[in-house]
Structures are given as C-alpha cells and as structure tokens.
C-alpha cells in the first residue's frame, strides 16, 4: 500500500471505531480481515496512526481545530509515519485510495502548533474530568507527564535468572537493539528506533520459548523487587491474572519456599500454568479461580502477600491509549471499592512480622496513596515502610526525592521512563 492509502485506512478504522464504539484492536482486526491484499507491514504502520491519534486526541484535535478522523489522522500522520509536511501533502492528493487533497487551511494548520489558549489538560492529552487528579499527582509537571504518558512505550522484557544471566539474553538479542533497563538489573529494554514500524514478537523468539525471558515492563519489575521476596518465603500474590508478577517473585525466591497464586478471574488465571512450566518453578500453588473459601483457610501464615490490586489502568496508558477515554467516574469507584476489599483480605492472611505489598498499574492519587492511608487507618497494626532505603537495597540506587515521599514510591514514564506503578510496602507488627 502506498502512504496515501495506509492514512486513508486509518481514517477509516477510527471512523468504525467511533460509529461501532469498539475498541482499537478490534476494529483494526476488523479492517484487516475485510482488505486481505494488505501486508503485515501495511496493518503495523495503520496500527501505529490510528493508536498515535488516541495518544494524542485532544492536542491534535486543538491544533487541526477539529476532531473528524480525518483531521486527527492528518495531524498524526506526519509523526506516525515520520515523513515532512510536503511530503505528506504529496500523499494525500484525492487519487484513487487516498483520502481528499490536503485543503489550504488544513495545510495551514499542519503547520502551526497549539493555540496559546489551550488548557492544560490538551496539551496533556488527558481527560478533563481526572485533570485535577493527575494535577494533584504531577503539579506542574501535569503537561510533560501527560505527554509523556501519550508516548509510544518501549519492550521491556525481564530475564528469568533461574535459567539465564542478563548478559547473555542481551547478546541473544542484540539485533533488536536490546539495552539493559535503567533500573532493575532484571530488565532487558528494546526501544522504538527509526524506521521501526513495530517492535519484534519476542513470544516467537527461542529466548521466551526457552524460558529465558518473560514480556514485563520494568516498573512491574521495580515492584516485586521492592517487595523483597527472599528465599524459603511463604508467599500470597493475591491477584496473580497472567501470573508476570509471580514468575518474578518465584525467579526471587530463587525456587524456594512456597507461592500461592490466586485470582478471582478464571480467564484471567488460565496462561499461569503454561508460564510456570517455561519458567522452570517449582513451588508455585495455583489455586482455583475465585475459591475465597479456600483462600480464607489459609489463615495468616504468609511472611508476603503480594497485592496487584485491580485499577484504572492509568499507567498503562502508553500501550493502551484507547483505555484513556473509556474509562468513566462510575468505573473507577467500582474499582476503588474492588481496591478496599482486596486490601481488606489480605491484612487476613499477613502473619505477624510479615509484609503486605500493595501495587496498583495507576498514578491517581485516589487509588494509590489515598487507600493506603485509609488502610492503616482502620488496620493499626500495621505501618509503612520507607520506599527509599528498599530501592537502595534492592536496585542498588537511590530514586529521585519525589518517588518516595511519604515511604511509597510512585513510578512514571516521565520520571523513571517505566509506566505509571505505585508500590506501598506496609509490616505488620509482630505479636
């Protein structure tokens, strides 16, 4: 396909997007299945334009001063597809499969950047309605921490040290680009470069096959690293989903001790096993799905419970832009209610002298420092401990001030270049 026809497609997916009101994914699998002359490389690059405009749908639609996905596609196209403004005039010239020539004003506009009058929460590409949330997180730092979060996020990949070193999975994948991560010395980071139109499939590569690698994004890793799973623990990763954190806490434990995978989603729950067996770990117990009988049985024995609580998603805008504008006030009290329960059982199951983790994929203050505070409120028996001292422990480095104030830690693109996660690490006081 040429270049005129990938941006007329991707004015279309978003015109079905928005007629349907489905999501990305599916709309673009959509899209594909009914243009089969269209080349995997055809489907990445209008994948890229149609998720480049949900990035950045506000601060387009403020500079092409219209939201048609016309005018957005147009306003993205030029980052998108990393070509100049004639250039992209050139493509766009009403022939056949293109979309209707570039008009004087449209040009124009493609030209200029934002009015000075725009609001802060355009130029950040974030709802209007979390805007003070997020404000109240980031101060002044609400725009680039915006723009940040609207960025396209690079492949964080964690090396599985029960079967590989890191320097040996960045020698295996060295023709990606493969970098060690900023942070954690787990990490393996494959960025964006030019002329890349989508970052590789690791799952079909034989590190991941092997069980060297597992797909997890370095600020996931920062929170089980925080959480300080040692060897011979007995460990509770109270919302396991796909089981990335467990692996990680099992890799910790180096396969020892004993880890108790439960989730309250079957669906969920259902690729741990096939990941256990890559991984090669042994102590893992996967509990039935959504058995809160069995998981109340178990009673306070456990040194770590390990909760990934269920969120917003807010971190995760970066890889899933069109969750920005889905999510709704009615859904996050639904998952604020979701986060006190869950933070609820598992105070059950702490031993005394044991650990509570505490992580949730958001930077709004509601579902982060808001509901420790209000934990250890109603639980005096518990206490936070500092963020800071753990990071040196664990990373061997000391985060910025603003990481950590208060005892959490609070993750962002911006800041650490990791998506948005906030990790709390609470003690129960022993008997």
Same mark, same amino acid.
């Given at each position: 396909m040429r270049t005129g026809g990938r941006i007329q497609a991707a004015i279309e997916v978003l015109e079905a997007m928005a007629r349907q009101h489905r999501p990305a994914a599916d709309a673009l699998s959509d899209w594909g299945r009914a243009h089969r002359f269209a080349g995997s490389g055809d489907r990445a690059v209008i994948g890229n334009i149609v998720y480049d405009v949900l990035r950045k749908r506000l601060s387009l639609a403020a500079?092409?001063?219209?939201?048609?996905?016309?005018?957005?596609?147009?306003?993205a196209a030029r980052d998108a597809l990393a070509i100049e403004l004639d250039e992209l005039c050139a493509a766009v010239d009403g022939s056949r499969h293109a979309p209707?020539?570039?008009?004087?004003?449209?040009?124009a506009r493609l030209a200029g950047g934002l009015p000075d009058d725009t609001p802060d929460h355009v130029r950040a590409d974030v709802p209007e309605w979390l805007a003070p949330s997020?404000?109240?997180?980031?101060g002044d730092r609400l725009v680039a921490e915006g723009r940040a979060m609207a960025a396209r996020a690079p492949l964080?990949?964690?090396?599985n040290l029960l079967k590989a070193d890191r320097e040996r999975v960045l020698k295996h994948l060295e023709g990606f680009g493969a970098e060690p991560t900023p942070h954690a010395s787990t990490g393996v980071r494959i960025a964006h470069r030019p002329g890349m139109t989508r970052l590789p499939n690791i799952e079909a590569d034989s590190a991941h096959g092997k069980g060297w690698v597992e797909v997890q994004d370095e600020g996931s890793q920062i929170a089980a690293l925080l959480s300080a799973a040692g060897p011979r623990e007995q460990v509770l990763d109270l919302c396991a989903g796909a089981g990335g954190k467990t692996l990680a806490?099992?890799?910790?434990?180096?396969?020892?001790?004993?880890?108790?995978?439960?989730?309250?989603?079957?669906?969920?729950?259902?690729?741990?096993?096939?990941?256990?067996?890559r991984a090669g770990l042994r102590q893992v117990q996967v509990m039935e799905a959504g058995d809160m009988a069995a998981l109340d049985e178990l009673g306070p024995r456990f040194d770590l419970v390990f909760v990934d609580a269920p969120c917003s998603g807010s971190g995760t805008w970066r890889r899933k832009p069109d969750a920005k504008w889905r999510l709704k006030p009615k859904a996050l009290e639904t998952r604020l209610q979701e986060q006190r329960d869950v933070l609820s059982r598992a105070a059950t199951l702490v031993k005394p002298g044991g650990r509570l983790a505490y992580v949730t994929c958001s930077v709004l203050p509601e579902e982060n420092e808001d509901q420790v505070a209000s934990f250890l409120e109603a639980h005096p028996d518990f206490a936070i401990?500092? =963020? #800071?001292?753990?990071?040196?422990?664990? +990373?061997?480095?000391? %985060?910025? =001030? #603003?990481?950590?104030?208060?005892?959490? +830690?609070?993750?962002? %693109?911006?800041?650490?270049?990791?998506?948005?996660f906030f990790v709390a690490l609470l003690a129960r006081a022993p008997n």
């Open positions: 500079q092409m001063q219209n939201d048609t996905p016309r005018h957005l596609v147009l306003a209707a020539a570039i008009t004087d004003g449209e040009r997020l404000a109240r997180r980031f964080d990949l964690r090396v806490l099992g890799a910790q434990m180096q396969n020892t001790g004993q880890i108790y995978a439960y989730d309250r989603d079957r669906g969920q729950l259902r690729p741990i096993f096939e990941r256990i067996r401990e500092p =963020a #800071a001292p753990l990071w040196a422990k664990a +990373l061997d480095s000391e %985060p910025d =001030a #603003a990481a950590h104030a208060n005892g959490w +830690l609070q993750l962002s %693109p911006l800041g650490h270049g990791t998506d948005g």
